[in-house]
């Protein structure tokens, strides 16, 4: 029968001194080892999981130098195609989308035309599904997705920028688009325009939803719009 022993605070077995019994001091100090050894091993999963939990929430968290310019609406795919029906894509084209949510108008700029497609948004979320969407589409070659600002990301290289923000967001965008752009570059918005900035053309049609959309086309000219 084994008899329970007690442990003092200086470490010591509790068992009088010169009555351990045979064996005693070294049965108590490999149960202290064994002890040590599961306090170890939790704290190393707390700390794991801490970590991990770190991470989560630093990798869902949105850039706070960039503005939110529009709540994430998903545009649905048959006005996809349409912006870029609009807009004439080839594939000589490099599409920018500002606020690319999940990726869909890069990615089908690059699997329907074979352009190049760049997304750029703030939400670390959005661009982890449009990584996925592109690779399971197998266009990553063709596509880019960057957690960015809208407002200061490089757009230099675009022939084709796409958005679906709000009126307020797209004035701000207005001179930095219009500075920046080639001339030539097309540039289409879906349901909110660019003031008093008049497009070339513009397309009012009912979706399969029914619900009305409108798109707006404009071409850079070398003109800066304040």
Known sequence: MHRLVALK???STGYPQGAAPAGGKREYANRMRRVAVALLALLSLANISGGAAAARQAATAKRADAPNLAPYVPTPQEVVDRMLTLAKVTRADVVIDLGCGDGRIPITAAKVYGARGIGVDIDPQRIAEANANARREGVMH??????ENALTTDI?????????LLTASNLKLRPILTRALKPGTRIVAHNFGFGDWVPEKVDNFTDSANRRRTLYLWTADGIVRP
Request: aromatic fraction near 12%.
């Open 9 to 11: 605070h200086d470490g």
């Open 142 to 147: 063709l596509v880019t997705f960057k957690l």
């Open 156 to 164: 230099s290289t675009a022939t084709v920028v796409t958005t679906y």
